[in-house]
Nanobody
Framework: QVQLVESGGGLVQGGGSLRLSCAMS????????MAWYRQAPGKQRELVAL???????DYADYVKGRFTISRDNAKNTVYLQMNSLKPEDTAVYYC???????????WGQGTQVTVSS
């Protein structure tokens, strides 16, 4: 049974940094494309960044140059380093995983990130 558990959220001042972690239980982490999504109050969930099995990455335009996604296959963990945070980055951040192109198969429970102005 695959589970994703996020951690690292919290309250930070604008301009600050946070690093989110998402640990996957079960086998097969290295075979999964991993992603971070976020959902702000009253808004739809949106893709923040993803990282493929070979390490290739893609980012939403609004986080390029500020956020970095990475993975450690030995630790079954994906990270999201968030720098130069803005109040508009405030949201619940979710980790997602899938083994093939299509719907995301697994989701974490989310971690709250709040950026004060």
């Amino acid at each position: 049974q695959v589970q994703l558990v996020e951690s690292g959220g919290g309250l930070v001042q604008g301009g600050g940094s946070l690093r989110l972690s998402c640990a996957m239980s079960g086998s097969g982490f290295s075979s999964n494309t991993m992603a971070w999504y976020r959902q702000a109050p009253g808004k739809q969930r949106e893709l923040v960044a993803l990282i493929g099995t070979s390490g290739g990455t893609d980012y939403a335009d609004y986080v390029k140059g500020r956020f970095t996604i990475s993975r450690d296959n030995a630790k079954n963990t994906v990270y999201l380093q968030m720098n130069s945070l803005k109040p508009e980055d405030t949201a619940v951040y979710y980790c997602a995983a899938r083994r093939q192109i299509g719907a995301w198969e697994y989701w974490g429970q989310g971690t709250q990130v709040t950026v004060s102005s």
